[in-house]
């Protein structure tokens, strides 16, 4: 998957004003193929994105070896990673054999799929309620967007607090308004943890998928909704053969993004729960995590991590699609 | 204002009733996610100027008997004990988010302008990788990390905590500037050089001040990034005195968790800072991402 390089007019000045140059060197050098000789000559460039590249291949490139590496490993506890042996893959078909794998991955899928749709969904309806002006606007929109803003961690003791068996606020109206005798348990229980969970995670997420949405809001042709509306569309007609075919993009790029921050999240289920009762909130990452520096299982938790790396790459061949279907757009308008 | 224009022009009963639907379903619903949003705030700050006894009432006091202050006066004063922690905390959550936030920008503008302005060979290809960063969790980088961090000398210190942070912002940073040069025109910059300007000089005197909105609007997502990030910081770091906010506030109250005034007047403070920067710069924030997400 190698996209071509776009050539824009900057290039072709400076290889104009260099072409002198790197006419004698392919003299020198006839051995060279083109694209090293590009390299060379837009040399210069790289210069800008070197620094970025270098922290990226540090804190990225290396991980990402290490941990592919590791999976073949059986890992004694406490890092001692000189005495690691190697047993092949071991690590993968002890996760694939195991229950709580698929319990885990269960859990992710409910998590990851009830997280993204409703938060979307809900950011979406917020942006188009939200798109006419009216007196508060601003307001509004700003105080919606404070749960995406503060500290996940500061999210989860508020939720916490207000999931509270005996003094949380939820338990307590319940039992004012007669539909509970005492204060249901919200996050103690098998069956509610994970929806609990969600919940919170919603609260925090939509305001995300509310921004993304006004911003593509924005570019939604005003004659072609009016012309609509001359020729009689309803509201709901409008919405759904003008605005929303223009939006196909956004909401794809969206929702992956959810999709990806929801996969990966891990503070709210860790201090609300720490993946309990009975492992019924446990993600694909606080599992890794527990697996990790819990259980000290660090072989094994390699390998998990090498599976997530996969299932991403799948998703971010999407994400980068999407991405290129917003580069292609520009590129003919 | 307009919505009498419309109805006027407007002559059909029965269309106007079809669209006040949609909007009073509108408005109802913004009310709806409005108390969904508000309500647990709401609560944190009462909750957070009760006293522990009136705090675990049942039924619980819907405006506490005797607001208090006492708990943020435990929390900022210097004399006792569980302040001492918290301002630590604060300060060291401080340091790590405004130093991340400086060298993100260093790195991620001429990373940016280089991806939205020169066709090296590889481009697309760099750009999508950078991109892809933020595809990954925390955890796959977290034993590696750790272990790399060992090596380097850097655990227990302030200096591997900028450094993941570091590239875990860059990406949305590089993408949303890139988005900003996309819009400044070439000739602007041509037509500087043409004047006798070095093209680094004409990014400087041009380019920059052209995209300040752009610059603050990553400045904004860094910091924001940094304050809040939580997974890192719990492994990276366990000297207490090391602490940033988020994993300060967990060891802090996970000692006596009955206090919950303490607990919620933490969380409030610790969200007071990104809130207040938030809502100042929220339009260059909103502007970036529409020109740089959206906008195509």
Redesign the interface.
């Known amino acids: 998957m190698a996209p071509p390089v776009r050539s824009d007019e900057q290039g072709h000045a400076t290889v104009t004003i260099v072409t002198g140059k790197a006419e004698a060197r392919r003299r020198l050098q006839p051995g060279r193929s083109g694209t090293l000789r590009k390299i060379w000559e837009h040399r210069a460039d790289y210069a800008y994105v070197l620094p970025a590249i270098a922290v990226m291949l540090m804190v990225i490139a290396y991980p990402i070896y290490y941990t592919i590496e590791l999976s073949f490993f059986k890992t004694p506890p406490g890092l001692q990673l000189r005495d690691k042996t190697f047993i092949g893959f071991d690590n993968y078909t002890a996760i694939l054999t195991s229950q709580v794998f698929w319990k885990v991955t269960w859990n992710t899928l409910i998590w990851t799929l009830g997280s993204t749709f409703i938060s979307f969904v809900l950011g979406f309806a917020t942006a188009l309620a939200l798109h006419r002006d009216f007196i508060g606007r601003g307001v509004l929109r700003a105080i919606l967007i404070i749960p995406w803003v503060i500290s996940a961690v500061a999210a989860s003791y508020i939720w916490k607090w207000i999931y509270h068996s005996d003094f949380g606020i939820i338990g307590a109206v319940l039992v004012g308004l007669g539909l509970a005798d005492r204060p249901p348990n919200f996050i103690d229980n098998v069956s509610t943890v994970l929806p609990s969970l969600i919940v919170v995670n919603i609260w925090r997420e939509f305001p995300f998928a509310m921004i993304m949405m006004m911003a593509g809001l924005q570019t939604v042709p005003d004659q072609l909704l009016r012309a609509a509306k001359v020729d009689g569309a309803s509201a709901w007609q409008r919405f759904w053969h003008v605005t929303f075919p223009h939006l196909r993009n956004v909401s794809v790029v969206t929702m992956l993004l959810l999709a990806v921050a929801n996969f990966n999240s891990f503070i709210i289920p860790w201090i609300m729960t720490g993946g309990g009762p009975s492992n019924a909130s446990h993600i694909w990452i606080t599992h890794i995590y527990e697996l990790a520096f819990g259980r000290q299982r660090w072989g094994v938790a390699s390998a998990y991590s090498v599976l997530l790396f996969l299932i991403l790459m799948t998703l971010g061949y999407f994400y980068v699609r999407a991405l290129s279907g917003n580069e292609r757009n520009e590129g003919s308008a | 204002m ?1 919505t009498i224009a419309e109805t006027a022009s407007r002559g059909q009963t029965r ?1 106007r009733m ?2 006040d639907g ?2 009073w379903a ?2 109802i ?2 009310v709806f ?2 108390l ?3 309500l ?2 709401i ?2 700050l009462i ?1 957070s100027i009760k006293s522990g006894f009136a ?6 006091q819907w405006w506490p008997d005797e607001p208090t202050l006492a708990s943020y006066q435990k929390l900022l004063d210097p004399q006792n004990s569980v302040g001492q922690d918290f301002l630590r905390f604060f300060w060291n959550s401080l340091f790590v988010s405004t130093v991340t936030t400086i060298l993100s920008v ?3 503008v ?2 940016a ?3 939205s ?10 750009f ?21 961090m060992r090596v380097l000398g850097l655990m227990n210190t302030h200096g591997s905590l900028i ?2 942070y ?2 875990f912002g ?1 990406p949305l940073a ?1 993408w949303l500037l890139k988005g900003f040069y ?1 819009n400044i025109p ?1 000739q602007l910059e041509q037509a500087a050089r043409i004047d006798g300007a070095t093209r680094f000089q004409a990014f400087i005197m041009i380019v920059m001040p052209l995209s300040t909105p752009g610059i603050i609007a990553t400045a904004i997502y860094s910091f ?1 990034g940094a ?2 990030e ?2 890192y910081a719990y ?1 990276f770091l366990s000297k207490n005195d090391q602490l940033t ?2 994993v300060g ?2 060891r802090f109250f996970s000692e006596n968790t009955t206090d ?1 005034p303490g ?2 007047a933490a ?2 403070m ?2 007071v800072p ?2 207040v920067l ?2 100042i710069l ?1 339009r260059y924030f ?1 502007r970036a ?2 020109e740089g ?4």
Do not use: C, E
């Open positions: 307009s269309r079809r669209v949609w909007r509108g408005r619903f913004l996610m409005l969904y949003t508000a647990p705030m609560w944190m909750t705090a675990t009432q049942f039924p619980p260093i790195v991620a001429p990373a302008y280089a991806f302005r020169f066709s090296f060979p590889g481009r697309n290809f760099l999508f990788a950078v991109l892809l960063r933020n595809m990954f969790p925390a955890v796959i980088f977290l034993v590696p990390l750790f272990i790399l450094l993941t570091l590239t860059l590089i996309d070439v924001i304050w809040n939580y997974i492994t906010l988020p506030i967990q919950f607990l919620m969380s409030f610790m969200s990104v809130v938030f809502l929220q909103v991402l529409t997400a959206v906008k195509h």
